[in-house]
């Protein structure tokens, strides 16, 4: 399966990367082992790419209310809905490493209603859902059941803009038929 | 009509901003006359502000095969299809100007395939819209048809990154409730 | 753009169409300084015409519980939603003039959750966009609701007559291609 | 269940009716034998009454194209995709008599594909429903696709503004939850 | 008419069925007076057909909290939802016959919400219509709502499973365009 | 997790079932390991459980043209437009095994238009969705589409029958929250 394409586009080598983002690469390489297609299938455009990750390093790396594990959360439940298998699996796999839970990735892409979350996770997934369906429609009482469950303006703000940005991201995985790397598919379902 | 805010969250003063950010913003402002709320609003959150910025002129101010009319005809259709009342009015009047034309922008929002566009722009839109709605079903017909108007496939990334941007973009204008200025609804409508 | 069809139909000469609706559409030219094209499409089928303009006028020219600005909110909303492009812009044109509000058309036409609107104007709303949309859900709950905000039976019915007469309208609109007169565009967006 | 409500609003007592509005009823019941309910129930409002049975007569009555049964056919196919439970038994009653067939009605009512159609009636009702659902898509194929199975312009002017005229029709009914004569149930279900 | 294909698929002849098969569809002949379509378009596959006529004994034949009228009023409702004309037309005749009823098989197919039914009934086909459209959004709040108006666990298992198995029936018999017996049209409109 | 609910209802102790169905888990047990939970759950309804067994073996454990992996393909793509968590999960470890590909079964379960199957079998599943969800519409055309890939017209009724038994498969899930067993999730994903 190692020569499937994983973009309808060229993909181009590392070594003809601009040195920023071969660096950034590399790193990623070095700490998960492989490199997630995402980063050479994006790269045929280097000023997006970067915008890109400098969106994702805003929202899935800083610290925050919302643990990492429930930023995966919305990702994946997102990514279901709007049917993108490249963010599924690849995120799926992180969902399960950081929630340690080799369960709930599969659980919450296919119906998170049905899945092992807290009720407080489940508002969480309500609205993200809301708004990457029908943005429209936000309004104050969305707010008013987030705080009844503990949520702040800025963790409100993180769930919409984690979903925003998986909207782009879902719909150029989609429409470049991006491929997952075969070593997504079973990370976090076995102990180490 | 001046007092109304114009989105949820605090938005920060000018003055308070980072250089960068306060330098583009003032360099905005002298070019068209006022500052869009979009710069204020995101400024909520500096690096995704940075992010969006920059993504948004590595597809927007870009040279390019797509004339930036047709780009903004692209944001102001997929904008329309997500009832994205910032991203209509905004670049509503950016189409207005940068087409020269006073009619297309609200054609286009309301029924593009009403709209006075070529047959080529029409399945421009066709495709952006399918990107916007059903991404998860884009194949090579798609890529087919497109070619048959003369579209490479570079315009096409094009086309689909425009509306994947504004799929997020259309998403935090709609939670945060973003107010378009009201110096935009009339911009483009009368000759200067 | 002065010869673009009005109509994928033959559109008559004022002079070949009976004096009664010849009589009428020159009192509105009289008045509005241009023939509005609904009147000359819809004249390809006088009977047809006679009984649209005595249901519109029966419905929008009559005294009545809601404003007059308020009858075209109904109309500019469902229309967006059922992208009807002739109506939009005509009767967005003339809830501009109505509500001597040179915003609020474009705002209820992409989503009026977002117009600047009383709560209870987007109560009218809620109502006839369901009607638009699913009518057959309506019920005693809907009712209730209306006239919490204060509206009687007889407003009621004038919400659902309104939208229904342009759920017929925007279907002949969109099927015949109506195109809306330029002058509508601009209409009631710089003080006279 | 003679004492059930008729609509949601007050019913005019016959007596109580302006002349023209109530020769006319009486002839309808000299004719059928009952008076149909959508006469008493829209009655409430006799201007749009007027105009109602005006734009009703100038499509159902007069001589055209299309045979009083296939009108019927459209009736019931497009009033059976927006749950009119008054325009289905009613119109369903019509049409089996007009098409002198006690069986089309229903299945017209619940699916016309699988209908005892010819190819050119199902045509005519796949033009139906799509400008009962999405009239903005109508396009010159639509068009070419009727010619194709003989209907001219006016048959196909007739289509879109019997869907139309009941697109409005459904909506009225609805709202006012307007009940089917227990009479309509049976008619032309059984040989004279 | 009686020529009409009732499947897409070959039907067997009666007397080439397996025993059992044909015992069982000569003792609904004998009761009904003719044999419904479904026992013979079925019978192309007889394990299947076991199965199918096994599960709707267990589920429509059995004694049970909800009256047998009750669960055609739960076939009649889904299946019109899904478009079955088969199911429609056999079940809403023996809606009719075991309500007594001559109108409400008409009504319940079209709109539910407007059909002569008890307050319970209406929640009953509420939940139904969400098990057929969204059963993945089923949750307590259905159940609460359900108890609320006296239905047991039990009955609830049954207002599922009843429409669970025409979630099944329906698709087969639109697949196989499978169609209704002209005896079922007029069954239960006249008193016998 | 040992501890959670398999189903809103419930649960027999195996002992106190009767002898058929005991004898048919304790088979089941013995090959696989364990006990799927839906012959538990679904064991509160003996006569049901038989008759859903007996479908699900007629369609599934028979010889025929569609390979045993095809049919898993169908339920999992089928069970994954309907969210079922319960029927994703199990047939997914099914599918993998049956399939001997780890991968297969997720990108089929996302979005079965980017998975790594024969342009065959995307037109099984075209057609097993459009059973899925639009059974009303399936026609001649689908018929003639799916011969051209060599599908016989048994091998159709198998795609439409089994994607029929899942509707029904699905539904009763979703409604008793039906819970995979977590041995499923790692079947079939690691070689032994």
Chains 1, 2, 3, 4, 5, 6 share one sequence.
């Not at 000023?47 to 790396?61: K, M, P, Q, S």
């Not at 709007?82 to 599969?106: E, M």
């Not at 702040?152 to 979903?163: E, G, K, P, S, V």
Request: hydrophobic share 45%; with cysteine.
């Amino acid at each position: 399966m190692a020569s499937k394409p994983i973009s309808r586009y060229p993909v181009p080598d590392l070594k003809d990367l601009p040195p920023d983002m071969r660096e950034r690469i590399l790193a990623v390489q070095e700490k998960s082992g492989f490199v997630p297609n995402v980063f050479l299938a994006l790269a045929h455009r280097p000023a997006e790419w970067r915008a890109f990750f400098a969106y994702h390093d805003a929202l899935l790396e800083k610290e925050g209310g919302l643990t990492k594990a429930e930023r995966e959360m919305i990702v994946v439940a997102t990514s279901g809905a709007n049917q993108c298998q490249y963010c599924v699996v690849a995120h799926g796999a992180i969902l399960r490493i950081r929630a340690k839970n080799p369960l709930v990735a599969d659980q919450v892409a296919i119906n998170y209603h049905e899945a092992d979350l807290t009720p407080r996770q489940k508002a969480m997934l309500d609205f993200a859902l809301k708004v990457a369906r029908e943005s429209e429609r936000v309004d104050e009482v969305d707010f008013a059941a987030l705080k009844g469950h503990g949520f702040t303006d800025d963790d409100i703000w993180d769930i919409a803009a984690i979903t925003s940005l998986f909207a782009l991201s879902n719909r150029m995985a989609n429409f470049t038929a991006m491929r997952p790397n075969d070593e997504f598919y079973l990370m976090g379902r076995v102990p180490r």
